[in-house]
Each structure stands twice: as C-alpha cells, then as structure tokens.
C-alpha cells in the first residue's frame, strides 16, 4: 500500500522514516515545493534501509502529483511551524492556503484517499479540509490528540517514577495550549486510576506540562518538535493500512456527537482501513463537558479567520 507524506520538513521527514521503519507499507512518497528536497531526503532514507532491515520504498517529488497517485493515505504536513514565543492559532494565514492546495491536488490523483492533517492550527486545517473537499468525514482526521497523549503519558511516567508502558491515558479537545484536556480522571497506571498515587496539585501539575508540551520544545529547539509528532501520525497511518481497529483522540469532524456540530475536535476514535470507522462517546463529568465547550469556542473562533 502506497502512503504519501506532503512536506519533507521535519515532521515530514520524520513520520516517513518511522513509517518505513515500521515496515507495514509498499512505497512512501515524499512530495514538497522545495527542489530536490524531498528527492534528498528519500535518498538518505534509502540508504538506511538495509542497515535498519525495511523494504520500503521511498521517493521523493518536487511538487509532482502524479507520483502520488492512488494512495491510500496522504499525510498533510506542508506548512510553517512555530518558533518560540508563536502559538499555533498564528500560523493560520500562510498555512490554510498551503493547505487548501495541496488537499485538493492530493484528491485529484488519489479520489478515494484518506487524509491526516497534520499541519497547524490543525483543528481548523482539518475542518477547511471538510469545507473546501467533497470527501466524507471519515476520511479527513486530524492529528493532535495521539501526540497530546504520548506526551502525557511522558509526564505522568516522570511524576510517577514507573515506566511509560505501565501507563495509560488520553487527551481530547483542541490541539492547542489552553484548549487541550488531559483525562487526569481516567489516566491509569497498570489499571489503577493514578490518583492513587499521585496528590491533587501532582496531577494538576502533569496536566499543566503536557498542556505546554509543545511549546516547551519550541523554546528549546527554537522550532517545533518532529519525532514524536512524526511517530504518532506513523501509528496512525499503520492502524488505517493494516487495519488495525485502533483508537486515538483525533481532530474529527462532529455532527452532533459531544453535542458539538460543525468543528473539527480532538475526540476518540476507531481507527481502521476505511479511516474514521466510529466515534467513541465517553461520558464526561460537567466540568469535562464544560472544558470541552470552551476549547470548541475557541476552534470556532480561529475556524472564522478562514477565508471560506
Ligand atoms: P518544516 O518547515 O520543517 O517543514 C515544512 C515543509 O513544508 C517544508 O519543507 C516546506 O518546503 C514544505 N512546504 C511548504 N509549502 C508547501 C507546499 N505548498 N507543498 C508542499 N510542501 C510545502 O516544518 P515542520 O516542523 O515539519 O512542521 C510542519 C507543520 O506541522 C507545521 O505547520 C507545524 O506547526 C505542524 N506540526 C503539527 C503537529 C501536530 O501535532 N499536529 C506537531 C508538530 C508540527
């Protein structure tokens, strides 16, 4: 199965090489505007495919489409990032036109593709995906909450001083600083809620960190990060190409579920090979409910800028 990654940034780059590294898909196509550079970095990801055991093929495209042709997913990392200081809300004016045309060459030559956007803001870019394609809403998600989650899942492993595979936990809403709700309730070490092990202020705490995850990083690096945002989208286009009935809060598009309509938000989801394969509804507590208001009032707000 052939998958298509649009950008060949660090995101890009690094969500084709943890796809190829995982070994589940045929051809990974690299497509991006910069001249030879996704030719390059298909290149050098070639070259370590007999010292990392993949039989993937890679390729790179300077804006050629037809090369793209018939994937079975496209992965939308086109755009700018933030540099520090920068929220993700900023970046929508250079992005939504990247974004526009580049979905719409990607679903001229791959009509029945499933897309994962990636680039930010992405709640918004994932619902201008929605507004300006005619493809169901199964096949359009948005990709914020499988990363959120690792990083909590980080945090609560840090203040828990356990290993990350004892961990469970999710977060939904927003894919932003203030809009994002990490399911302290529910979070479990090894099936224990891990309020049991930690105080109150602790997990309000770790809530707090994985909120500033990103923009932690950004201050550090000086630009946004790329591994793990690169691995969570791999698992995501592995969970769709094997068919793996997966779930992950994605930016999904709801019609009345969570009672939102209209918005793309981060929520749970099954994933498998026809993309969005059900909508899980958990029931939250009010003052989940409310967060979860307040964090589509703020999609909403951004999802206005757009020119539609
Ligand atoms: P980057 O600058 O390293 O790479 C972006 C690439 O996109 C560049 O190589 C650029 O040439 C290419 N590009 C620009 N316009 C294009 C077009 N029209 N067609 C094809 N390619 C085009 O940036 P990055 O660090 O890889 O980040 C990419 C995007 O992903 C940013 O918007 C960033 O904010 C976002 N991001 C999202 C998440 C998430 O969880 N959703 C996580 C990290 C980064």
Redesign the pocket.
Known sequence: MKVTV?????????CAEYIALKNFASEVVI????EG??EGKAMDLMQTASLNNFDTKIIGST?DYSKTANSTVCVI??????KPGMT?EE?IG??A??VK??SS?LIKHSPNTIII??????DT?AYLVHKTTSIPRERII???G???SARFKYRLAEALEAPISDIDGMVIGQ?SDKGMIPLTRMATRNSLPVSNFLTADRLQQVAEDTKVG?ATLTGLLG????Y??GA??SSMVQAIVCDQKKMFPC?TFLKGEYNLNDISIGVPVILGKDGIEKIVEIELTDAEKAKMKESAAAIAKTNGLLAL
């Open positions: 649009v950008g060949a940034g660090a995101v890009g780059a690094s497509l991006d505007i910069k550079y996704a804006a990392t086109s755009g700018i990032p933030r993700r970046l250079i992005n036109g990247i045309d580049v060459n956007v990636v680039s930010n803001p992405m870019m948005g990709m914020g499988a990363l959120d894919h990103g630009t946004s990060a790329w793990a945002p969570a989208v930016s």
